[in-house]
Each structure stands twice: as C-alpha cells, then as structure tokens.
C-alpha cells in the first residue's frame, strides 16, 4: 500500500507530507488553548482542543516514524551529512515529546476539573507552555530539515539536477581555446579557476588468511566518525567486525556482519556485549564495502551505500577504529576510509 501511494505522487517517501499534520494541528490547538485562558467565549471548545493536541501528537509520531524510514532507505549519503540527519531526527523527537506532554496535561484537566477552577487553571497554563516548547521545537527540526534538502539535497531526485547542469557542462566542454582549431584539446593554465581536485583515498592489497581470530587497529582516535572497508571475500566465511569508539576488549563498539546472515550493532561494556541493533543481511557479492557511522548517539551499519541497520547509543569517549575479523579462509582487504563526522 506504501508502495502504490508514493507511486501516485511526486514524493520520495511520505515524511514530507505526514510532517504537514503536526504543523497544522499544534499551532491551532495552541491558539484555541491559549485563547481559553484569557477569555470565557473559547472554554466550549475545551473537548476540541484536547483532540486537537492528540491529532498533532499522532501526527508528530507518524512523522518520526516515517523520517525514520526515510533517512534509513537514502542511499550513498556523504559521511558529513549523517550528523545532520542525526540532529533532524533529534529535535523531530523532541518536538514530539513536547506534543505529547501538552496532550497528556489537557486530558490532566478531565481528572482535576472537580478540585476546582485553580487546579484546572493550572494545569491549563503548563500546557500552553508545553505547546509552545513543542512549536519552538518543530521549528528547530524543521530548520534542520529544510538544510538537509535545500543544502545537501538529500532525498531529492538527482535526476532533477541533472538537467540544468549537464546542459550547462556539455556547453563548457565543448568550447575551444583562441587560436585553436575546432575539436583541438585546449591547453591546460595554471590561472584557470575552478575546483580543487578531490584527494584521492590510498588503496590496499592486503591478502589475509584467517584461522581463528585477526584483529587490526589504526592509529588516532575519534568520536565521531564513518568508517569504511572495502573488502573482496575469497573463500572466507566468518564475522567481519569494524570497530570505532574502541579502547579495549572489554571497552568497545563494533559492526559485526556476520556473512549472509546479519548485521548487528554492539556495544561492550566491561567485557559484557549489548547488541543495539541486528537485522537480517541478504547474501553479500564477493567484493562488499561495509562501513559504520557514528555521529552522536545514532549508529548506522552501512553495506554498499544502503543502511542495513540502525541503533543508538551515548557516544561516549573517543576511541580507536580498526577491523576484527573471526572465521576462516581467505579474503583481501582492498580499501580502509576514516571520515570524520562532526556532531556539533
């Protein structure tokens, strides 16, 4: 049914639109709330301005719910921009909680109306003061999400850029330098402006035969990061594990993916493993890159640009990152890339 909706409009995914919900229902429930306080006229519609505030908190919680999805079903996004989508998410919670706080404090009034006007006006009050912290927070996330589409263009179908801009490239490329035949190559000049070439990321041929248990640690530490390996599988079968976050054994974070099975999220804790996430994985091609996003409190497992699972934890320290693998067999390890994420 998701399916055919999205395929009867023009949007991505349906956070866009459910968001709409919570943003109508929260500033006319206030307003009406508001409006109750300081004038008798409003108080007929107390049993409306209760359903009001729970229409904006279903609203708000379907939001969440399909951000949620919506961040998790975006493919290839840039390590710099999960921090962001982090912090979306964040205040997208927070405005929810505020919603649902002004709701629980309306249906409240239901239960202190016979203790008198003053209990009933006091609760009233806690709960305009709620609906404004909520409606300060859907702003916030807003602002962040209006960033990660007008700025990053996440979720934007990159068929849609590419119009303008590849008329525009196919132009530049064909003009021909003064003095020089039509279709000649045009000599290349230290004062030509344009952008700087990317660095590009040292590869590696690194074979390894595995019988037990391998474990390889980079140097530096960070908080806050991505980490990828691109890994080209021979006849290994086992559990590769990317650690971030690491100072130990016993004090530690990983992404263990066990081949063709699961992919799991893990913290361990004074040698005791919390799993904070596992999902099923679909069979791996021979050559995978499997990558770990940490920005703040959201945890993501990445295989091959597609977000495979997502977990949350407290950041924590800064810690090494590195690869454990377990199994046995043999395997290449092709690419190692740490990007870090700021979260501030």
């Not at 055919?4 to 006319?28: W, Y």
Request: hydrophobic share 45%.
């Amino acid at each position: 049914m998701l399916t055919s909706i999205l395929e009867a409009t023009s949007l991505p995914n349906l956070h866009p639109a459910i968001v709409h919900f919570a943003l109508a229902f929260l500033p006319l429930a206030l307003l009406l709330d508001l409006g109750s306080l300081v004038s008798t006229r409003f108080r007929s519609l107390q049993h409306s301005v209760t359903g009001l505030y729970g229409l904006a908190a279903l609203g708000a919680w379907a939001a969440v719910l399909a951000g949620e999805r919506a961040a998790d079903g975006l493919v290839g996004v840039e390590p710099s921009i999960q921090a962001e989508i982090g912090r979306h998410s964040d205040w997208g919670h927070y405005a929810l909680y505020a919603i649902l706080a002004s709701f629980a404090l309306r249906l409240a009034t239901l239960v202190v109306a016979k203790r008198g006007s003053t209990a009933v006006r006091l609760v009233r009050t806690l709960s305009v003061i709620c609906g404004f912290v909520a409606l300060a927070t859907i702003g916030r996330a807003a602002d962040f999400g209006g960033g990660l589409v007008f700025r990053h263009a996440v979720g934007v179908d990159p068929s849609a850029l590419a119009g303008s801009e590849g008329e525009e490239y196919t132009e530049s490329t064909e003009q021909t330098a003064a003095g020089t035949d039509a279709g000649a190559p045009v000599p290349e000049s230290d004062d030509t402006e344009g952008p700087a070439p990317k660095e590009a990321t040292p590869s590696l041929e690194l074979p390894l035969e595995i019988s037990g248990s391998t474990t390889i640690l980079l140097p530096g530490t960070l908080e806050d990061l991505q980490f990828e390996a691109r890994v080209e599988r021979l006849d290994f079968e086992g559990t590769i594990e990317l650690l971030y976050r690491y100072h130990s054994v016993d004090e530690s974070n990983s992404l263990a993916v066990v081949m063709g099975e699961t992919a799991s999220l893990i913290q361990t804790r004074q040698g005791s493993d919390e799993v904070l996430s596992r999902d099923p994985l679909e069979d791996l091609a021979p050559e995978v890159t499997i990558a770990v996003s940490a920005a703040g409190r959201h945890l993501k497992g990445i295989v091959d640009g597609h977000t495979v699972t997502h977990g949350h934890a407290s950041p924590g320290e800064a810690g090494s990152a590195g690869l454990r693998i377990r199994g046995t067999g043999r395997l290449r390890i092709l690419e190692l890339r740490i990007v870090p994420i700021g979260s501030q």
